[in-house]
């Protein structure tokens, strides 16, 4: 008996309809997304100077920029972008996210400064943009839609290094 079969029998028998078609796609889509072998790095708390460009949103914890309430990373009007740091494999990414004109732009850095071949790539649950980031670490993507983005740093010879993923919202 094929796995077809088996499953088609185990429905039946369980008297459960199919798994609708957008469920399916979210779950493949979803998959999609994954990083074999890849090294997800851990937040590190960044306080930010006074002046800095970094500040937190308002109503949000000044050590990690989420609402405590949803986890969310807050851009209202006239707030400023809130910066983030990861850090795993030797490897820091800074990341600050912003809505502006109702498009999440996606600022950053990696460190130690980047070698020959690194990509830094942003990706959302619909879109992925890749940029080579500049000789001190610096990358920059914009026009991305609000919502769930993940930073991946891809280094030759060497697994991805990404950060969780962050829900921005306008």
């Given at each position: ?10 429905r ?10 957008r ?54 009007p006239g707030d ?16 600050e ?11 950053g ?56 993923w ?5």
């Amino acid at each position: 008996m094929s796995e077809e079969y088996l499953l088609a029998a185990l429905r039946m028998a369980a008297g459960v309809d199919p798994v609708p078609g957008r469920v399916s796609a979210d779950a493949r889509a979803a998959f999609a997304l994954r990083l074999p072998g890849g090294v997800i790095a851990a937040p590190v708390k960044v306080s930010a100077p006074p002046g800095a460009r970094s500040a937190p949103a308002t109503g949000t914890s000044p050590e990690t920029g989420t609402s405590p309430e949803t986890g969310t990373y807050g851009t209202a009007p006239g707030d400023g972008p809130a910066m983030r740091r990861f850090t795993a494999d030797g490897l820091t990414i800074d990341v600050e996210p912003a809505v502006v004109g109702g498009r999440l732009e996606v600022a950053g850095q990696v460190s130690p400064p980047p070698g020959p071949g690194w990509e830094v790539e942003v990706r959302t649950a619909h879109i992925s943009k890749t940029r080579a980031p500049s000789e001190s670490g610096h990358f920059a993507v914009s026009g991305l839609p609000p919502g769930w983005v993940s930073v991946v740093c891809h280094r030759p010879g060497l697994p991805p290094v990404s950060t969780r993923w962050l829900h921005v919202r306008a």
